[in-house]
């Protein structure tokens, strides 16, 4: 089977600079939350109804992470609320409505998430534990954050006056101004002891951006070698990343590279980063059957103008290029997103009726 897919540039918070710390999160309540569509089921086909796949939610969600400590999942319901599901039981475990939800940057370990509120004016990122149920906001200004490896520290941009990286030990809770480095916007990305990796967003043409590595050991900022890309999914597991680029005449690649950026080879179907996951030597994505013609990716995708129906691929990145399988192949639309690999299962959220659900893989 031939797949088609395009690009999703996967939308990143900004960087920012100034102060350090963490100051306690009290509320959810901030300027007017910029404008969240929120499809309902009846925009595509009826919600899943697929026997291979578990049900994981009881609620819609607008997204999700699971706690590899108890293999529980927790999410964000579409009111607003914080959720944790385990053994098929659903327990709401705050009142507190989350407004301006942009997304979640899971820890590591699973046990907890930084969630990211967009408004009009600015962009909070807040710090949930789920061991005690608790809130801590990092500071006013910050554009970009990541967990490192071993989930007890966290790195984050600011760009107040000269832009900055920070890192926040979460067991002394002590900060520590790492390097300036002023940028406008983006995503970070904390991939081994000492090495980061920053994105840049994409342009409103969705042009081509440099990625930039960072050693925090030396304080220093380089280039990643290699060619430009739209968005990148980078492994914890090893040294490779996803890279989707753009071309001419809406022309997109996936590839498979070295996180410095050195090419190994392209990847033989088209998906993006967010409808894939890493799991040691494999890649597992979430592949569309096509796409409507004239459309604009990311765009289009991420304001929910358009909807795929995907088919499950597994990739070796050991073996040699297009070596693949199809893993499964869904018996009622589905549109994965958010991808997971927990044990055994692909968890994911179904654009369609925006609830979790998981499939079990081998290997």
């Not at 102060?19 to 509320?27: D, E, H, Q, V």
């Not at 060619?227 to 005449?249: V, W």
Request: proline share 6%; hydrophobic share 35%; aromatic share 12%.
């Amino acid at each position: 089977m031939k797949f088609l897919l395009k690009f999703l540039g996967v939308s990143a918070i900004v960087l920012g600079a100034a102060g350090a710390g963490y100051l306690a999160y009290s509320y959810f309540v901030s300027p007017e939350p910029a404008p969240v569509s929120s499809a309902p089921a009846s925009s595509g086909p009826s919600p899943t109804t697929d026997a291979s796949v578990k049900l994981e939610s009881q609620k819609s969600t607008l997204g999700f992470w699971v706690n590899t400590k108890d293999k529980s999942i927790y999410y964000i319901s579409d009111e607003g609320k914080i959720n944790k599901s385990f053994g098929g039981r659903n327990e709401e475990l705050s009142g507190q409505t989350i407004a301006g939800f942009n997304r979640i940057i899971p820890s590591p370990d699973g046990t907890k998430g930084i969630i990211v509120l967009s408004y009009t004016q600015d962009s909070i990122f807040s710090l949930y534990d789920t061991a005690n149920n608790t809130w801590e906001r990092l500071p006013k200004g910050t554009i970009a954050a990541d967990f490192d490896p071993s989930s007890t520290k966290i790195a984050y941009l600011k760009n107040s006056g000269l832009g900055a990286l920070f890192v926040l030990d979460l067991i002394t809770k002590k900060t520590a101004e790492m390097m300036k480095f002023n940028v406008l916007d983006g995503d970070l990305s904390w991939v081994s002891k000492n090495a980061l990796y920053f994105t840049p967003k994409p342009g409103p043409l969705s042009n081509n951006q440099q990625v930039f590595y960072i050693d925090i050991a030396d304080k220093s900022v380089l280039p990643a070698s290699g060619e430009t890309g739209l968005s990148y999914l980078f492994s914890r597991d090893n040294q490779l990343a996803l890279r989707l680029s753009g071309g001419i005449a809406g022309q997109y690649s996936l590839a498979l590279i070295h996180q410095f950026g050195g090419f190994i080879n392209n990847i033989p179907f088209l998906s993006w980063p967010d409808k894939c996951a890493f799991k040691k030597e494999f890649v597992y994505c979430a592949v569309p059957k096509s796409l409507p013609p004239r459309i604009t990716i990311p765009d289009d995708y991420l304001k929910e103008k358009i909807f795929t129906e995907d088919v499950f691929v597994k990739y070796n990145t050991d073996a040699a290029a297009g070596d693949y399988e199809i893993v499964y192949e869904p018996q009622s639309p589905i549109d994965a997103h958010n991808l997971v690999v927990s044990e055994n299962k692909i968890l994911f959220r179904n654009r369609y009726d925006g609830k979790i659900y998981s499939l079990k893989v081998k290997g």
